[in-house]
């Protein structure tokens, strides 16, 4: 029989992209940047969100990729017409697939990878080093944002908790990714971040994630700050009730999994393996019958 610190490191380790999931993700990406390098002229390029910050769960479907632009070069005074310009070179390049606009990116799909691209165009601040301006066509407006000082949020926050708080994004990823992705990605990850001061690298991964949804319930309708401090709340937009739903959701994963480590701290490791596949799906193992 498992313990459930053995099962949640044979979970933690399955949810990593393979070697080969790795070695193609870098290599499509650096050939949808050197396309629209030649195509559009970005001076270089950032691997934002999930895949950029080592948070991303396997099977890999999206990678965000920053296209930066001279400070007073590409830009175009509409946000609509950047994204527009983008998807046009990206259709141009890559014959035969519809490229998508999306809010702040333009999204391009690869069925033979089953990866996606979200390109976002962004033009360099002139007089603020690793500012960027990005459009939102929601806002109607360009918006500044950091992609880089999201990526050094993350990783203090991870190397306070032990090296432990990615596994738990990633997790708490697969959970929310079960139930339609109701959280959006970023925004999980950022509380996540904020909330990893009331975690302790000494307790497992079942009691710190237990304490997780409880602390993320009380937290998913509050106001959340963009972590570098530059672009609008993250869940600016979002309806009250989604965030309500979300709330409930998150009260009950938290009953469930309270009463998960209550069972596992009583010696009763079959029904706490129980109860946390029945959080985190089925890949969670209940039985030492998967390799590592």
């Known amino acids: 029989?498992?313990?459930?610190?053995?099962?949640?490191?044979?979970?933690?380790?399955?949810?990593?992209?393979?070697?080969?999931?790795?070695?193609?993700?870098q290599r499509q990406q650096e050939y949808v940047f050197n396309a629209m390098r030649q195509r559009l002229g970005?001076?270089?390029s950032i691997l934002s969100g999930s895949y950029g910050r080592k948070t991303a769960?396997?099977?890999?479907h999206d990678i965000d990729?920053?296209?930066?632009?001279s400070a007073g070069g590409s830009r175009?005074?509409?946000?609509?017409?950047?994204?527009l310009w983008v998807k046009e070179a990206l259709e141009d390049e890559f014959r035969g697939k519809q490229a998508r606009i999306q809010n702040r990116s333009v999204n391009i799909e690869f069925k033979t990878t089953?990866?996606?691209?979200?390109?976002?165009?962004?033009?360099?601040?002139?007089?603020?080093?690793?500012?960027?301006w990005i459009p939102d066509r929601r806002r109607g407006e360009w918006i500044p944002s950091n992609p880089r000082a999201?990526?050094?949020?993350?990783?203090a926050a991870n190397e306070r908790m032990g090296m432990k708080l990615k596994p738990l994004i990633k997790s708490l990823k697969r959970w929310n990714q079960l139930r339609g992705k109701p959280v959006p990605s970023f925004l999980l990850e950022v509380l996540v971040c904020e909330c990893g001061d009331s975690l302790s690298p000494d307790d497992g991964y079942s009691d710190n994630m237990a304490?997780?949804?409880?602390?993320?319930?009380?937290?998913?309708?509050?106001?959340?700050?963009?972590?570098?401090?530059?672009?609008?709340?993250?869940?600016?937009?979002?309806?009250?009730?989604?965030?309500?739903?979300?709330?409930?959701?998150?009260?009950?994963?938290s009953r469930k999994a309270i009463r998960a480590v209550e069972m596992e701290h009583q010696g009763n490791m079959s029904l706490a393996l129980e109860s946390w596949r029945e959080l985190l799906g089925t890949d969670f193992p209940v039985r030492l019958s998967r390799s590592v």
């Open 76 to 83: 175009r005074a509409v946000p609509e017409a950047m994204l």
């Open 211 to 253: 304490r997780l949804f409880t602390l993320l319930r009380e937290r998913i309708s509050q106001r959340c700050p963009e972590p570098a401090g530059l672009g609008p709340p993250l869940n600016e937009g979002i309806d009250l009730g989604y965030l309500q739903q979300d709330q409930q959701r998150l009260t009950e994963a």
């Open 57 to 60: 769960i396997r099977p890999l």
């Open 65 to 69: 990729l920053f296209l930066i632009f």
């Open 1 to 25: 029989m498992l313990t459930v610190a053995q099962a949640f490191e044979l979970f933690v380790q399955d949810l990593r992209l393979r070697d080969g999931e790795e070695r193609e993700a």
């Open 150 to 155: 999201h990526h050094a949020a993350c990783n």
């Open 114 to 132: 089953g990866i996606g691209f979200d390109v976002v165009p962004a033009i360099a601040d002139g007089k603020h080093p690793e500012v960027y």
């Open 42 to 44: 970005p001076k270089e």
